[in-house]
């Protein structure tokens, strides 16, 4: 059973430089042909895809974030980090880590979540 695991801080400033970790278990982010992604979700609105990497090493992003947003990982704690820079209150969402089988899944394909964790940029 494979695992995922939000971690961060649950409160940025404007201006500042967000960073969340997946941590997963039960598989390896190496794994082919697995694509580990970054989703959120803003208060009163739908799930928003921001970013993959995948089990080769290959980032993939979000046109609309992709200046803001990095993606990488450490294969030897089996995590993968996201960091999203110049936060703004409209960063302000529930953030998930996932698995799916293409660098951006619809919802319902990916087979593994984490729980999510809620970010909040404000002074």
């Known amino acids: 059973q494979v695992q995922l695991q939000e971690s961060g801080p649950g409160l940025v400033k404007p201006s500042q430089t967000l960073s969340l970790t997946c941590t997963v278990s039960?598989?390896?982010?190496?794994?082919?042909?697995?694509?580990w992604s970054w989703i959120r979700q803003p208060p009163g609105k739908g799930l928003e895809w921001m970013g993959a990497i995948a089990y080769s090493g290959s980032t993939y992003y979000s046109p609309s974030l992709k200046s803001r947003t990095s993606i990488s990982r450490d294969t030897s704690k089996n995590q993968f980090t996201l960091q999203l820079s110049s936060v703004t209150p409209e960063d302000t969402a529930v953030y998930y880590c996932?698995?799916?089988?293409?660098?951006?899944?619809?919802?319902?394909?990916?087979?593994?979540w984490g729980q999510g964790t809620q970010v909040t940029v404000s002074s």
């Open positions: 996932a698995r799916g089988p293409t660098e951006e899944s619809r919802p319902f394909e990916y087979d593994y």
């Open positions: 039960g598989g390896s982010i190496t794994t082919n042909y697995y694509y």
